[in-house]
């Protein structure tokens, strides 16, 4: 289970069914869910991925605590193999370009590596997502693979991706460059 996490400025906690209004405030928004699998969820899907994620205890509720108010969420679970993980992000609108997704990614970084142990951190996104991998770049992920149509959209529409990932290594030689 992942733990309640704490930065300067959010509450990262095991999302919980009565989120579901917070989370669907910005996970019904064609333009914010471009760029997700999900795209726009309706209420019952929003219900559903919360329970989905809760019961596998992989996303976290991104909580501003000056405003007690859920701004976004966070996946982060096992991806393929031992002591790799994947880590995600969507966030409200409204907090977007204030660097809440480089804070609480950061925090789960501390917490994969330092308390998990893992050994690698991936995270993907598609090319026209600038925001998305700038953050990753912030959180000082590399690219490491730029997959040419591997994300289907429909039956005729095919979409690329990024890959970024940090090694353990490479955070904890960032963390002493900090101190």
Not at 152 to 166: G, H, I, P, Q
Request: charge should be negative; hydrophobic fraction near 45%; glycine fraction near 6%.
């Amino acid at each position: 289970m992942i733990e309640t996490l704490r930065t300067a400025r959010l509450l990262l906690r095991p999302l919980v069914p009565g989120d579901w209004p917070g989370v669907h405030a910005y996970t019904s928004d064609p333009d914010i869910m471009r760029y997700v699998p999900e795209e726009a969820m309706s209420p019952e899907e929003v219900q559903a991925f919360i329970a989905e994620h809760q019961a596998a205890s992989s996303a976290l509720a991104a909580v501003l605590t000056s405003e007690a108010r859920l701004i976004g969420h966070l996946t982060f679970h096992p991806w393929y193999a031992p002591r790799i993980y994947e880590i995600g992000w969507v966030f409200h609108p409204q907090y977007h370009g204030q660097g809440f997704a480089t804070e609480a990614a950061t925090a789960l970084f501390a917490y994969g590596f330092e308390t998990l142990g893992l050994h690698r951190i991936i995270a993907t996104c598609q090319p026209e997502n600038l925001a998305s991998w700038r953050v990753m770049e912030k959180l000082g992920m590399l690219r490491e693979a730029h997959f040419r149509k591997v994300f289907a959209v429909d039956d005729a529409t095919w979409l690329d991706e990024y890959l970024y990932a940090m090694l353990e290594e490479e955070w904890f030689a960032r963390t002493a460059d900090n101190r």
